[in-house]
């Protein structure tokens, strides 16, 4: 089941790699190396953060549907098909786990040997900022 979660997010990256992630208008590439891969860590943190908030108003706010079915249905996809957790904290560890290993590999089928963090970090952030886009209210 890792495998599939791993093609769902591959398969989710390719339509976001020729967008800019929102860290690139912070973060630009004129800036020295070391001052770019620490603003885009930065930039990832932020983005980490604010992914851990909403995945904990989604957890209160599945917790508030009165549907027993639905809280087993929710919980079931969680546990069985992604081998996660309904415990938002857990969420957000394995979706960061996920999104390291897409993002590397996204880097290693491009070919190119340079601007390896840097490339891996704006891709979080894309990965990152689709989630939140799907958990906004």
Known sequence: MR???HLLLAASLVPLLPLQAPAAEVCTPSEST???TRCVMEALQAKDREMEKALVRVASEARQVPSETFQTLWRDNLTDFYKTSADPSEQARAFRAERRKVCAY???VSFQGTGY???TTR???ALT???L???RP
């Open 106 to 108: 996204a880097k290693s």
């Open 123 to 125: 891709c979080e952030l």
């Open 3 to 5: 495998t599939c979660l």
């Open 34 to 36: 070391v001052a770019e």
């Open 129 to 131: 900022q689709t989630l």
């Open 117 to 119: 963090g840097i490339f």
């Open 133 to 135: 886009e799907q958990l």
